[in-house]
Structure formats: C-alpha cells, structure tokens
C-alpha cells in the first residue's frame, strides 16, 4: 500500500462543493483523474470537462461507455472502470463511505488504500468516513465542508400533492415505473432514472427533467450519489432495499445521502415520505437535518494479490484475511460465486 504522502480527504454531507473541488483541482492539474459512484455522474463530468479541456484531452471510461482519445490528459471514470495502467499527477476518488457497501465495497477500499496522484490525491465523502481514514491511512489531511443549503422535513404526502422540482426515491424498478405513470396519468409526466436503461436513455430522462419540460423525476437510491439536478423536494416512496444480500431498511446515512439531493447550492430543500414509506421518526428527522450519522467502522476488502498458478491457489488468495484492523473480508459477490461454479465443473 503507497503512504498517504499528498492525500487529503475532502469529508462533509451532500450539496458542499466536494466534487467541484475536485475536477478543479484536476484541472489545475496537468493531468489527471477522477474515479465517480455512478456512470451517469462519470459522464455529467466528461461533458464538464471536456468543455473546459477540450474532446482530445479527456477520456471517458465506464462499464457502458469507452471514449479513449490518442493522448488524453484527462481520465473520467467509474471507480471500478479506473485504468490500472494509467498514472497521473492528480487522482481523486467520489463517495468514499461506498468502501462498507456489502456489494461495491471492496472495490472502493481497494481504490483508496491502492491508487494515489503523483503529486495530489483527494478523497471525497462523507464525514463518517473519517476515523477509517485516520486509521488506515496516516498522514492523511482533513478538510471539513459545511452544507450550502438547509435540508427540512415536510412530512407525508401523497404522490400527486408532492411540490414541483421533487424526486421520487424508489428501490426497484416495478415500483420506479408504477409511480411514474401515476404521475403521468395525474400530472402530465416524469422523468425515470435507473440503472437498467441505456446511457442515452438515462441522459435523455436526465436532460427532459432539467430542462423543465417535466416537473419530476423518479429513480433508484442511485440519485444520492452525486448528480447534480435542481430538485427542490425528495420523497421516499420506499425506505427498504434490497442490498446484495437481504432487504433491509435504509440507515439513516443512507436516507440523507439520498434527501441531501434536495436544495442545490444555496437554494434549501425538503424531504418527506409518500407511497408506502411510513413517516420519519424524531430520532431520525434530527439526524438528516443536522448531518449527525454514524461513523464508518468497517470496510469491505478483497485481496489484490491473486495467485494464477493454480484454481485451489487462486480460490486461497482470493479467501485471504485483511491483515489491518478496520477491514473485513467482503461476502462472496457474484463474480466469485461464478468462479466457484466454473471451478467445480
């Protein structure tokens, strides 16, 4: 693992700036690149820089999407799609809290512990994150954002009462479309964003939404990380998801990551309920209005070091223990129980 030499890790809630910072600090930059949480937030970065850079310095990797020019000076990228053979002289990492995901996590932890600028490295993420940093990573610089914008609780309403500019937060892709006619049918329209569509398709919805031409949005729980719309509203028609492994309720980190994607900048935002989801507690509501979460204590991990000489060799190193307190082997992923299935045969 390289020392934490030049790491700062840019820590807050949501609606502070922290990816602006970054692809300015890239900018600044000869060079450099960005790992992002979401393929539809990696390509809104593309499109920001490139504009500035211009189409022959930047490239754009993700696990849909691959434009490479000649000689890029520019790298934008999913985090599991970042180039292994590609060093830069700054390097950042979105929405570091994901290292504890059960599904994605490893991957993360992987990117943070492993991947560094030459020169600059940001991480970028919630402030839950920071003694799991301040443990596996000494050395690191800290730097606090304060929120631009309140975030207030409006309580229970029913779909078709919800305030224009609202997103309506669902956790599977029945659910997503059947809001989405009932607003059709009783509003006009609504913009669906979820990780099955097409890229284009996902621009397109994305586009018809900013531009006014609907007056909602309906998506996964893939909106809190980190794309920048102007919704005023977030209702949560569900607070339950599936996680990889179970369906579980949503902790309270997870529901302001989400309601924080109301008010851009320094316009406030709301949140509430609707649908199915029953009303926020007290406990709760204080919590997603003050930023006040749980810390991170556990990251999930996958050794690198894969041993090919071998399957039994390759199923031990791909079974081996982290070796550094903070981490935990992550649970067999679908990747590796196909493994395991092709081994057997």
Known sequence: ?????????????????????????????????????????????????????????????????????????????????????????????????????????????????????????????????????EKLLPGTSFVSRPRFSRLTYSGQKKITRLPGRSAIVAFSAEMVYSVA???????????????????RTRNAQVALYQSGDVDSIVATDAIGMGLNMDVDHVAFASTRKFDGFQYRQLTPGELGQVAGRAGRYMNDGTFGVTAEAEPFDNEVIERLEGHNFDSVRMLQWRNRDLDFNSLERLKQSLNQLPQMQGLTRAQPNADMLAFEALARD
């Open 181 to 199: 006619e009932l607003i059709r049918r009783q509003r006009g329209g609504a913009a669906v964003v979820l990780g099955a569509l097409s890229p």
């Open 1 to 133: 693992m390289p020392p934490a030499m030049n790491v700062t890790a840019v820590l807050g809630p949501t609606n502070t700036g922290k990816t602006h910072l970054a692809v300015e600090r890239m900018l600044a930059h000869g060079g450099g690149m960005i790992g992002l949480p979401l393929r539809l937030l990696a390509r809104e970065i593309y499109d920001r820089v490139r504009q500035r850079a211009g189409d022959a310095n930047v490239a754009l990797i993700t696990g849909e999407e691959k434009i490479i020019p000649a000689s890029p000076r520019y790298w934008v990228s999913t985090v599991e799609a970042m180039p292994d053979d590609v060093t830069v002289p700054f390097l950042a990492i979105d929405e570091v809290q994901l290292c504890a995901d059960f599904e994605r996590g490893h991957i993360f932890t992987d990117r943070v512990l492993n991947r560094r600028g030459r020169e600059e490295t940001m991480l970028l993420g919630a402030a839950t994150m920071r003694p799991s940093l």
